[in-house]
């Protein structure tokens, strides 16, 4: 039985791997071994960036929210628990969408928030 060797499966990784390390500088790009490390790592980064972005996200909603109910003379800790008190099931992306886009849906909103509070 002839002896099996690795070279067309190991030149098909090396190409795979060259070519996500496309545009990285200097042997970053060139060497296998070098541009897999960078690959690895690259692939780490952008995992935490995509949990990062939903944190950021979820930020950018409350800052929305607060500076819409700001006007309504609430703040932002007050109106989700008078949210909740209603039983309006309103996640924060939607709240902040209807505080830029729909002002009068938004009021409305607010309004029988306030009145789940009194």
């Not at 296998?32 to 949990?51: D, I, P, S």
């Not at 992306?93 to 309004?111: C, G, H, P, Q, Y």
């Amino acid at each position: 039985m002839p002896r099996v060797k690795g070279g067309p499966s190991a030149h098909k990784k090396h190409v795979k791997v060259l070519k996500l390390a496309k545009g990285y500088q200097e042997s970053r790009s060139k060497r296998f071994r070098r541009a897999q490390e960078a690959v690895l790592r690259a692939g780490e980064h952008a995992f935490g960036g995509r949990k990062l972005r939903r944190r950021q996200l979820r930020m950018a909603w409350i800052l929305r929210l607060n500076g819409a109910l700001s006007s309504h003379g609430i703040n932002y800790s007050k109106f989700i628990n008078g949210l909740k008190s209603a039983k309006i099931e309103l996640n924060r992306k939607i709240l902040s969408e209807l505080a830029i886009r729909d002002s009068k849906t938004f009021n409305e909103v607010v309004n029988k928030v306030k009145k789940a509070f009194k």
